[in-house]
Structures are given as structure tokens and as C-alpha cells.
């Protein structure tokens, strides 16, 4: 692609490094936020059933003390969703991922010396989520999201994977650490690996190809079809540019609000409670630990795969499968027995993980690039909350019934049943009407 002219006056060498050794710069933005998505993932969010078990028994807690520490750093980022998403979109990802990411690590690292539950409590929530909400979440799925628009789903899809990687990756370590060492040190050397690596890759991340003087990936090829084969001027351009307000006036917003809540409700439930879960069956922590890596594993490939295919085909049905899939893990947790319960539950986890990739690339590609930061905080809120709701339901079932989850797999299952419906009921919205260019204004 040759790159245009800037608009904003960047001079020819500031362009010629858009094009960092020979590669489009938002590649590397991509490769950036994969790494960033992988240790974030792996540390801060698919550790948290790892943690869990010891935390619980060390500090002497129930089931919902211990599910209220990670169930509430929910409720921080879904405050802190639309505030985070908007200044995104107004200021650019690289301050926020370096400022939160070094607050998020540092809050980990003071975990270390912390015994009473309280002190944890308030060190997680104000300073460990306060951090990642701002840097490692929602913030690295929005950079991608403004550098490409033809090859977006791969794009977005490859910094997703990031988060799934992690959870393959770096989860088998923590669980071995947390079984071998102790949660404490895993912590603090957790935090540690992950300051080291914040900065670097967050200057990595500029805020738009705009800044640097080029255009998103795949506009100027969309260009050139528009010049051989002239569009209808009623016709849908490939990156529409919603603002919010014109968004969520669309029955497409609403649907995929409704079916991304439902979905990442539960998944908040799952995400906290797993080992717990399939500990039931007779297994081992360790065991079930490596069980819960194995999922994410698992899910990397079928990412991969969706994203690909999402270029081509129509995505809803593949969202509404991964749903399918998360119904049927529910019910072999509640059907079946032993190995063969976990082994089931494991595999259409990761085809639940691995389709909903595409969540957020809906988003991008029905709304375009300048408002989805803001869209994203916005749905964040209200998933958030669900999160919240979902895990503390999980634990109180636990508590009540002598560590058993079925009731909640019972109510889990017909919500995401419901989720899918809501996606294969999707449809890309038409464009906003505005205005001509041009048009006259009242004299």
C-alpha cells in the first residue's frame, strides 16, 4: 500500500517509519498487544480460579469472601469501562496501557505481604483492577480496532488470541507455582515479569495511522475497487464511523449488547469458579488446574480459525455455535460423571471461548473505528455487573449446598442458550443518515 499524503502535515520520514521494516505499523501494533494480552490474560484474569482454593483456605474464608474479591473488580470496571473507553478514543491507548499496566503490577507485588482479608480486598479492587480496566483490558482490543478495517477480523482476532494464549501459556505455570511456592511469591513474581514488560511494548501502541500520517490498513485498496467499480451512493461503506448516539439508536447494538451481557455474565461465573467445578468430578487441584489451561489451549486455534473465516463468511452463525457448545459444557458437568464430565466441559469451553472472539469484531465492523472504545465501555458497564452477579451466584450455590454447582449450571445453561439467539438474530445496521456535504445551512 502506498501511503498518502498526511493530512496533518507528518512529514515524509514520519511515514516512511509507518511502514516499520517494510510491515504496515499496525502489525505491530497487533504484535504489541498480543504479547501485552498474553501475560495480562495469563496473570491478572484466568489465574483468578488458580488463586481461588489456597486463598480461600489460607485466609480462612467461604465460598463467597473468596469470590467477592474477584467478583468485585468487576463491579471497578464496570465504572470505570466508559471512563477508560472515552479516554481511549480521545487520547490514544500507549498512556493508558503504560500507566494502568505499572499500577496493576505493582498492586500484585504488594499482595505478596498482605494476610488479612480486608487489606486484599481493597488492594485488588482499588489498585490491581484499577489498573488493568485502564491498560491490559478493553484498551488493547480498541487500539487494533483503529488500524485496520479490511483485514480487522484477523487483526482483532490475533490481539484476542493474546488473551486466550495467556491462559495456555502463562496459567500452568501460576498453577504450578501456586502448588509448589505458594500464591504469595507466584504474585510477587508475577508483578514483577509483567512491570518489565509494560513500557516497551506500550510505546509500541500510537494511537491511530492517522497520527502517523497514513490511513487505516485496507482503505486504499477499498478505494481503488470504488474507482474501477463506482459504489452506489446508497450503498454501505466499509468502515461507517458511527458516533454513539447514532449506534445505540440501531436494533443491531441492542441485540449484540443483549447477547455479549448474557454471554459474559456466566462466563464470569466459569472464569472464577472452574477449578472449583471440576474438582467435583474427583479430580485433583492440580489436576484441575492444568484442566482449566488445557481449556485455553484449546481455545487458540479455534480463534485463530473464526477470526480467518470471519473475513469471509457471515459471523453470527459462529457466534451462536460457540453459545451451543457453552450450553452443552454446562450439561455434561451436570449429566455426566468423572474424566469423561471434565474432558467434555474442557472442549466446548474452548469452542465457547474460541467463537466469541468474534464479539468484538461485530462491534468494530458494524460501528466503525472513532466511537468503539466508547461502545465497548459502554457494554462493559452492564457485562461487568453480570460478572458480578454471576460469580457471587455461583459461590452462595457453593456455600448452600456443600460445595456443589449444579443449580448454577442448571441456570447457566438456558442464559447462554438465550445469547445465541441473540446473535444469529443480528444484522449489520444500515448507515446513519446525515446531512450532505456541502449542504446549505438556515441563512
Known amino acids: 500500500m502506498i501511503d498518502p499524503a498526511s493530512s496533518d502535515g507528518t512529514p515524509a520520514p514520519g511515514r516512511l517509519r509507518a511502514r516499520l521494516g517494510g510491515v504496515y505499523y499496525g502489525w505491530w501494533v497487533v504484535l504489541a498487544t498480543f504479547i501485552l494480552g498474553v501475560v495480562s490474560g495469563g496473570i491478572f484474569a484466568h489465574s483468578n480460579s488458580i488463586y481461588f482454593r489456597s486463598i480461600r483456605k489460607d485466609l480462612g474464608l ?13 463491579a471497578e470496571g464496570s465504572i470505570a469501562g466508559p471512563i477508560v473507553g472515552r479516554l481511549v478514543d480521545r487520547f490514544g491507548a500507549r498512556p493508558m496501557i503504560i500507566g494502568g499496566g505499572i499500577m496493576a503490577s505493582l498492586g500484585f507485588m504488594l499482595l505478596r505481604w498482605v494476610d488479612t482479608y480486608w487489606l486484599f480486598l481493597l488492594i485488588f479492587i482499588v489498585i490491581v483492577s484499577t489498573g488493568k480496566s485502564a491498560g491490559l ?12 478495517v479490511r483485514r480487522r477480523s484477523l487483526a482483532m482476532s490475533i490481539t484476542v488470541i493474546g488473551f486466550s494464549s495467556g491462559g495456555a501459556v502463562i496459567v500452568p505455570l501460576v498453577n504450578l507455582g501456586v502448588n509448589t511456592i505458594g500464591w504469595q511469591d507466584v504474585m510477587l513474581y508475577s508483578g514483577m515479569f509483567m512491570i518489565l514488560l509494560i513500557v516497551p511494548l506500550g510505546m509500541v501502541v500510537r494511537h491511530s495511522p492517522e497520527s502517523m500520517g497514513i490511513e487505516p490498513e485496507g482503505v486504499a485498496q477499498i478505494r481503488q475497487q470504488e474507482a474501477i467499480q463506482p459504489r452506489n451512493p446508497s450503498a454501505r461503506t466499509a468502515d461507517p464511523d458511527f458516533s454513539v448516539k447514532e449506534a445505540i439508536s440501531t436494533r443491531a447494538f441492542w441485540l449484540l449488547f443483549g447477547g455479549s451481557v448474557l454471554r459474559i455474565t456466566v462466563w464470569g461465573a466459569i472464569s472464577i469458579h472452574a477449578v472449583e467445578m471440576i474438582v467435583r468430578e474427583d479430580v485433583s487441584v492440580s489436576a484441575a488446574g492444568f484442566m482449566v489451561s488445557l481449556m485455553f489451549m484449546l481455545s487458540v486455534p479455534v480463534r485463530l480459525i473464526v477470526g480467518v473465516l470471519g473475513v469471509r463468511f457471515p459471523i453470527q452463525p459462529f457466534m451462536a455455535g460457540a453459545m451451543v457448545a457453552a450450553v452443552f459444557a454446562m450439561v455434561s458437568l451436570l449429566a455426566l460423571d468423572g474424566l469423561l464430565a471434565v474432558y467434555l466441559f474442557v472442549v466446548m469451553m474452548a469452542l465457547e471461548q474460541g467463537g466469541t472472539t468474534l464479539n468484538w469484531v461485530v462491534l468494530g465492523n458494524y460501528f466503525g473505528r472513532k466511537s468503539f472504545a466508547t461502545l465497548f465501555g459502554i457494554m462493559s458497564t452492564f457485562f461487568n455487573i453480570g460478572m458480578i452477579a454471576s460469580a457471587q451466584f455461583a459461590a452462595w450455590i457453593a456455600d ?3 460445595g456443589s ?3 448454577a ?19 449489520q445496521p444500515a448507515l446513519p443518515r446525515r446531512p450532505a456535504i456541502g449542504t446549505a445551512g438556515p441563512g
Request: aromatic content about 16%; cysteine-free.
Open 137 to 148: 483490558g478493553q484498551t488493547l482490543i480498541s487500539s487494533t480496532n483503529r488500524w485496520f
Open 400 to 402: 448452600t449446598h456443600d
Open 405 to 407: 454447582y449444579d443449580l
Open 409 to 427: 449450571l442448571l441456570t447457566f445453561a438456558p442464559l447462554y442458550a438465550l445469547s445465541g439467539l441473540l446473535f444469529l438474530s443480528m444484522r
Open 62 to 74: 467461604s465460598y463467597s469472601q473468596t469470590s467477592l474479591i474477584f467478583s468485585l473488580s468487576r
